[in-house]
């Protein structure tokens, strides 16, 4: 198969080195030559250029870019592509990209590979990042059955374990485990910080002294990339809003056990919380 991967940096590239790893030719794309130059280099493709041109070759097209860029990235691709090329994108948000690339292109399909680091750039690519991880594709009633069969063969190439949904359930899903933990991760930092008054410097730096496991695993996502938090706040605003919104009754809930002593309800609060953790992470 030749696929062409237009974004060559963590999540790319990983596709690169996995798709070449198993026998793809790979047409790598990127707005910097430096970029396309090193990608070859580190076998992600087996030729990269900052133009669309060889992409016409490609039956799978896939779409790397920040969201915010996807929709003008796929006008700029899609006359270079062959008509029976599969187009798709990475975007960890779905309904909007579907919404504007769908009517684009009769064989896009949205998809969604869960996995990456905070890390990114063409160096931050890694080979077998996908293995067992989730990969979400998100149909509509327009998409067209080969557009996901050839998907559906990406996924199997690279080991991942394949969802379907329809692209408002996954922004809702990823809003409650992965959107949403950045604002509240990046509001733990914002309150550690916190100094209303002179005398609280002594205690922000001691806390800084402190800091120790746990609030590095808590706080992680919340010192990412501030580009990557906002632009999910932008393109997953509903599903975003009703997330804080629960995260703010949950904590008015606690906030009112312990300030009335309700420990048997603050109690029984984390013992749910503590039950219902490994059907997430386990």
Not at 106 to 131: D, I
């Amino acid at each position: 198969m030749q696929v062409g991967i237009v974004g060559l940096g963590s999540i790319g590239g990983s596709l690169g080195y996995d798709l070449r790893e198993r026998q793809c030719r790979v047409i790598g794309v990127s707005r910097k030559q430096a970029t396309c130059n090193r990608a070859v280099e580190l076998g992600i493709a087996d030729k990269a250029s900052c133009n669309f041109d060889g992409l016409k070759s490609a039956e799978l097209v896939i779409l790397c870019t920040p969201i915010g860029k996807l929709e003008a990235i796929a006008r700029q691709v899609i006359p270079h592509l062959n008509p029976d090329a599969v187009l798709t994108d990475v975007g960890s948000v779905k309904g909007p990209i579907v919404d504007a690339i769908e009517p684009l292109w009769k064989n896009f399909v949205g998809g969604h590979p869960m996995a990456g680091t905070h890390q990114s750039g063409v160096e931050a690519a890694q080979q077998s990042l996908f293995v067992d991880r989730p990969y979400v594709i998100t149909p509509t009633a327009k998409t067209q059955p080969g557009a996901i069969a050839k998907l559906d063969q990406l996924i199997t190439l690279i080991q991942a374990r394949r969802y379907e949904c329809g692209p408002a359930i996954h922004d809702q899903a990823v809003a409650r485990i992965s959107h949403g933990p950045v604002i509240i991760s990046a509001a733990l930092v914002s309150t550690a910080i916190a100094q209303h008054n002179p005398e609280e410097a002594a205690v922000v730096k001691l806390a800084k002294q402190l800091a120790s496991s746990g609030f590095r695993d808590t706080s992680r996502v919340g010192g990412g990339n501030p580009e990557l938090g906002l632009m999910m706040a932008q393109y997953n605003k509903d599903a975003m809003v009703q997330c804080l919104q629960q995260y703010r009754r949950e904590l008015d809930g606690a906030i009112a056990a312990i300030e009335s002593d309700n420990w048997d309800a603050l109690n029984q609060w984390l013992i749910k919380t503590q039950t219902a953790r490994p059907d997430f992470v386990d």
